[in-house]
């Protein structure tokens, strides 16, 4: 080489001079940044959505906005309250349980087949509570005035049967029966009420009413039965008065196919006839004053319901069945209620 070129090489800058140093530098530069960008994208897909907020709070970026919707999953849930159960017909119930089922969206599609189907009973959601079934629902018996009056005639014959006294009269049927068909056929065959006092036969065939009806044995089986049940007279005739009385109470054994007209010619019977009077004089006292207290008060519901064909004046009569009461009926079980009602009456028809 010439000397003078090289000479005038070492006189050259020194930022001339070729190096491979720079282009290692920037190899390893990028290599980093690769490596920290990679690692910064894996560390945030781990990490929920809170951390990666506060992760770019601590870079410095922007805070987001938090929603309502993320507000209210934050906050602690209250817990459910059971759905208030309503009481309805069994068929509603079950109707409202399947749409229970239908309606929540968090039963899977493939469960919501029928109990023919799978033979199983699907769960309602959480939250709610079992609503019972149909056939679990108990039945309420609707409680009648008409039953508390038939059950005691009822049991008021079941004890004639086991009676001793009555053993004497042979019946063919039970009590029940036998006094049943007895009443229908007296209101079949009424006694005479009007124009009593024309002749002495109508005065005679009244005073032997019942006899002609009912016969020997019947009047002989009645009086024993008067004599033995003393105490239990009042109750019965208040449970006949009351069933044969009531519309509602017309379909039981006791009250159907009662002939309401032939009760009113019994009424006058007893309060305006001598045979009918003969025949109350001849029982004991409290016996008479409660057959002429609901003979009263048939001839009142003829008032009321204008149908007192007989003309019947109930005035007299009040006055001497409260006198009588007053007097000698401290004995019966519902003296006071009787009274009232007479009372009643009386302040009516002055």
Do not use: W
């Not at 189907?117 to 769960?123: A, Q, R, V």
């Not at 007479?342 to 302040?347: D, G």
């Amino acid at each position: 080489m010439d000397p003078s070129e090289e000479k005038k090489q070492d006189t050259l800058p020194p930022t001339t001079k070729k190096s491979n140093f720079v282009p290692f530098l920037l190899v390893i530069l990028l290599l980093f940044t690769i490596a920290g960008i990679s690692f910064y994208f894996y560390s945030g897909s781990q990490l929920p959505q809170s951390t990666d907020r506060v992760a770019d709070a601590s870079l410095g970026s922007e805070t987001p906005e938090i929603t309502e919707r993320e507000i209210e999953e934050a906050l602690p849930k209250p817990e459910a309250t059971p759905p208030l159960i309503i009481e309805t017909e069994p068929s509603l119930v079950a109707d409202n349980a399947t749409q229970l089922l239908d309606s929540d969206p968090e039963n899977d599609l493939s469960k919501k087949t029928t109990a023919e189907e799978n033979g199983e009973t699907l769960p309602l959601s959480p939250g709610f509570n079992q609503l019972p079934s149909a056939t679990s629902t108990p039945a309420i018996k609707k409680i009648s005035i008409c039953d508390e009056p038939a059950k005691q005639l009822e049991n008021f014959y079941s004890h004639l049967d086991t009676q001793p006294y009555m053993a004497n009269f042979t019946l063919a049927t039970s009590s029940e029966k036998h006094f049943t068909a007895l009443i229908h056929e007296l209101l079949a065959n009424p006694p005479q009420v009007t124009r009593e006092s024309d002749d002495l036969y109508t005065i005679l065939k009244n005073t032997a009413h019942f006899f002609r009806i009912s016969g020997k044995d019947n009047i002989l089986m009645l009086k024993g039965i008067l004599d033995n049940e003393k105490s239990s007279v009042e109750q019965i005739l208040g449970n006949y008065y009351q069933l044969v009385t009531t519309p509602e109470c017309s379909t039981t054994p006791f009250a159907s196919d009662i002939d309401h007209d032939a009760l009113y010619e019994y009424a006058c019977f007893f309060l305006n006839t001598m045979g009918g009077r003969l025949y109350l004089f001849r029982r004991d006292a409290l016996s008479r004053m409660v057959v002429t207290y609901y003979a009263v008060l048939l001839v009142e519901q003829a008032n009321l319901q204008k149908n007192n064909r007989h003309g019947i004046a109930l005035r007299p009569v009040v006055d001497m069945l409260i006198s009588e009461m007053e007097a000698g009926g401290s004995a019966l079980k519902q003296s006071d209620s009787y009274l009232d009602t007479l009372y009643r009456l009386k302040e009516k028809y002055q």
